[in-house]
DNA sequence: AAGAATGAAAT
DNA sequence: ATTTCATTCTT
């Protein structure tokens, strides 16, 4: 049938059943750049009249590939044929976002009947919030348009490739990354890749994406300190702007180097180039044993970054990125501060205290250890890192490897085993669930912030480091300093599995775990309101991005090492897992603990290196943007917008620390990737959720109305909790399965509707739920429409409807099954419901999310931060600590900082 | 790998 | 009108 699809299908992934093998499982990608400008909201509206300009972005490789991009091309470099994901539509967000719901309450129900279930709720749904889902989908396709621009949802017949199959399994691509060419489609040659892949080009995208994320996070924190904003947007702005070109290119560039492992001789050859940097940064230009011209460009300013650091630093010897790094996040906190400092006084010199900076310190420390540690450690950390990750880094490697792109990368499928083990682990230990997560409420974030940023900013250009790290471990010296190492080491070995998005998948596993165990009692019991679900879930879920895999408790983020003191009383604190205040405190103690030095005396001179090359500002870039994702769950415009930037890189530093350094072992390919699932994510998460007691009542309210709504659907027979679970569960699966014959013979042939059982009945009450835990919906028969139903694909519909309609009087035997199972289900529900709602959903603030469903609608969003209430936050930790940290002698460097940064908004 | 569901887009 | 495919994840 599929003829019309195109041969192209047919013929060519023959292999499958004809299909192209499906994707299944990537995160949808990124792309969808749309840049925020400013910080102001123009956000909203914006995307499309930026969108012009955008599509320099877009095309940025100007290649046709699309990918060329900088480090994702590696991966992308395939990508041209991957093509991104088609952006999910309403009903999937909603599905993707309540699934976690529906699983909760129904452990036992398999996916499809899950989808059933939030089919129902679907159709049930208030069209208000219907319609914030709907203006999100829309939102997420346009962005993803705007990103590709040529791109269609079904896959150009052209693609005759062929193969697509055996190449290599055709693994997800990071199809985020950039958008694939318009044209890629059309003909274009897949693979450029190569070519491009030199890191040369650079990001088109870079500049007015990434100034924007910058801006807005200073400004935010600038607006939070103090009220004004005023010089400061402008003034960054404009620095950015000029900056623009090469400070992005190059640290893009540099972030590429170092992650891209894309060339094609192997290990080896990636540890020449990482080589080469290092020795650039370190030694010094002399060095360059590598040709590539354009590092040759992002090396001077590393050079003199490294320079002035080691001069500041009397060791620095070998170890040049070490210093590059720590320059790197020096420089990015002098730009809070400074920004900080702006306000307060930017005339001359600022004697202010406010230096915080307490990530230099703590930078500066670890670099030292590194320093010690490992001078010349393997360079090929990439090389290495990928040893280590055998699967993924394997993959990533031999992909480049070869000149001949091989098509596909084999990410997808392994993500999915991936993430399958882990889910049945989970399922197998109810116990392991619940674990460490803390959920981290919205506080929590602040630290996941400024842990974020060291991350990213590490991430981002070090990705050299990152992986040594983890390939030599402890090893020689073991300062107590490192406490990412210890850390790294310990994640890595529980999961090293998920990588990417362990997130959502972990929340939603974790609550199943402790939903299952709950549940049984539950089920037991049958007491109608069913006290349990003590859930406390419900931060969980906003945060659930931020925190960290499971995984060992360690997660803690800590800042940086400080002191061996400090270093002590923050791994008390960090310790235990359990209290969200501690982690609080650790977030706030990692600032108070900087350990001094005085390295402001390069500053100064680092800055102005660093803007005039430009890398302050994607230094820049790269802080706000971790400190973006984190913060920023709310995306208080439903709108807001989808930067480009945000898709960059975040998405692992935010999850964790350590996730950015295993991701780059795993994937170092996509750095970027992350960003645009955070992104997404937030905006996502901004999305209300919905109790099932939402449904109830609407359901309810729905039914009165309409009566039939989705009565006749088949509800979704929910395997009930109980011991008789298992019979249930059968029934249950029986009844999908005929509902599954039905409809495929529905759609082979008509012919046979499945008359089956006169039985099965089963309508149960329409929607689920009914609030009664006893009731049977049997009360209204009313028949029903001709509505479509949700349920049962499309074509299903009436006719089969018909027959699953419940005889007149009742219920056949199934039914009562089924209805049972709905007692059983809305018992939990109820409860669950609402506490459910007000944790989890929306939460933080007001509790007033239960009710708000039908309010939440039409407000907006719901509780979660906005934006602005981030920074503002984040501005005063900053704040914070710089008095805690005044001992620091930061404020030179403030001064230093001060000035320059006068300058440059002159600029 | 199939499949449940809905919807957007393409055919 | 019909077919693809996006997401999730069990079976």
Partial sequence: MKGG????????????????????????????????????????????????????????????????????????????????????????????????????????????????????????????????????????????????????????????????????????????????????????????????????????????????????????????????????????????????????????????ISSSPVQPAGGSKNAEDTSSLTHVEASGPSQPSSPDLPKSCVKSPLFQLAEQISSSRPQSASE????????????????????????????????????????????????????????????????????????????????????????????????KKKKKKENKDSYENPASPKKPKKRHSPESDLDSVMFTIEAVAKGAWGSEETPRKKAHPSESESSPIMDQSPAVKKKTKPKPKKQLKLKDDDAEEEEEGDEETYKPQDVEMKTEEAPLTPKDECENEPDMKVEPPVGVEDTTPHCSPLHPTELEEKDTDSKPPQTRQEDREQEVKPETCGSRKSERSCKGALYKTLVSEGMLTSLRANVDRGKRGSLRGSVSDHEGGWNDESWGFSQAATSNPKKLKKSKSKEETTPGLGKLEEEFEKKFNSLPQYSPLTFDKKSVAITKKKKNSTSSPPEPPKPCKGSSSSQKKTLFHKIVNKYKHRKEKSSATDKDVVPTDPTVGAETSPVLKSGSPCMSPSPEPQKVLDTPVGSQKRKARKSKITHLVRTADGRVSPAQEDKSKDQTKNQDEKPFSQETLCNRGVCYNDPISVESDVTDASGGLPAFFSLAALAEVAAMENVHRAQRAVSIPTEGQVKDMAPVLISCADQ
């Avoid at 040049?320 to 306000?343: D, H, I, P």
């Fill in 5 to 256: 699809g195109g041969g192209k299908e047919p013929p060519v992934e023959g292999e499958v059943s004809g299909k192209r093998p499906k994707r299944k499982c990537l995160q949808w990608h990124p792309l969808l750049a749309k840049k925020a400008p400013d910080f102001s909201e123009e956000e909203e509206e914006e995307d499309e009249e930026e969108l012009e300009k955008e599509p320099v972005l877009c095309v940025e490789s100007g290649a046709q590939e699309g990918e060329s991009g900088g480090m994702e091309d590696e991966s992308e470099e395939y990508s041209s044929e991957q093509r991104a994901r088609r952006p999910m539509n309403a009903f999937l967000l909603f599905c993707k976002r309540h699934r976690s719901l529906v699983r909760q309450e129904h452990p036992r129900l398999d996916n499809r009947g899950a989808t059933k279930i939030l089919a129902d709720w679907w159709a049930v749904l208030d069209p208000k919030e219907k319609q914030k889902y709907t203006d999100m989908a829309k939102e997420y396709k346009d962005a993803f348009m705007k990103a590709n621009p040529g791109y269609k949802w079904c896959p150009a017949t052209n693609k005759p490739v062929k193969s697509p199959s055996h190449s290599v399994s055709n693994a997800r691509k990071k199809v985020w990354s950039l958008p694939s060419n318009p044209s890629k489609e059309s003909s274009a040659a897949k693979k450029h890749p190569k070519t491009d892949s030199t890191p040369q080009l650079n990001f088109a995208m870079a500049d007015p994406n990434k100034m924007g994320g910058l801006s807005m996070l200073l400004l935010a924190g600038e607006h939070a300190l103090t009220a004004r904003e005023i010089s400061s947007s402008s003034s960054q702005t404009g620095c950015a702007d000029v900056v623009k070109h090469t400070g992005k290119s190059a640290l893009f560039q540099l972030a590429e």
């Fill in 320 to 415: 040049g990125r070490q210093c590059g790094q720590s320059a790197l996040f020096q420089l990015a906190e002098m730009c809070l501060a400074s920004e900080a400092e702006k306000m307060e006084a930017r005339s001359s010199q600022p004697s202010g205290g406010s230096s915080s900076l307490c990530a230099q310190h703590s930078l500066s420390s670890r670099v030292t250890e590194e320093h010690e540690d490992t001078a010349e450690l393997p360079i090929t950390t990439t090389s290495s890192a990928s040893s280590s990750s055998s699967s993924t880094s394997g993959s990533t490697s031999s992909s480049p490897t070869d000149t001949t792109p091989s098509y596909l990368s084999p990410c997808k499928t392994l993500k």
